[in-house]
């Protein structure tokens, strides 16, 4: 059973925006906190935005703020990734996670989804 599957991914110019969507399972979407990872071409994978059910945001990368918003919508069961003002380092493979704790450390997040690519040309 897929418990997380991310949507929205593809490839954009410098500047352009992309939104990405991570339909979650009911049990999943209701019990854990959600968020964004990415891992670049040989880069390790990190942290991008975390939020709760209630709507407390983290932003776990400072190059992230201001152009990207993580967003909830709880009749969906859908976590977004509103993606603005592109720039080629953001290309990535981007994951939708769950995890208990409300943080950016990657080995706190216990369920994945296979990710989705954005790639972001100059």
């Known amino acids: 059973q897929v418990q997380l599957e991310e949507s929205g991914g593809g490839s954009v110019q410098a500047g352009g925006s992309l939104r990405l969507a991570c339909l979650a399972s009911?049990?999943?979407?209701?019990?854990?906190?959600l968020g964004w990872l990415r891992q670049g071409p040989g880069k390790e994978r990190e942290g991008v935005a975390v939020?709760?059910?209630?709507?407390?945001?983290?932003y776990c990368d400072d190059s992230v703020k201001g152009r990207f918003t993580i967003s909830r919508d709880n009749a969906k069961n859908t976590l977004y990734l509103q993606m603005n003002s592109l720039k080629p380092e953001d290309t990535a493979m981007y994951y939708c996670?769950?995890?208990?704790?409300?943080?950016?450390?990657?080995?706190?997040?216990?369920?994945w989804g296979r990710g989705t690519q954005v790639t972001v040309s100059s």
């Open positions: 939020m709760s059910r209630r709507g407390e945001i983290l």
């Open positions: 009911g049990y999943i979407y209701s019990t854990f906190y």
């Open positions: 996670a769950a995890g208990p704790i409300f943080n950016c450390e990657l080995d706190r997040f216990s369920e």
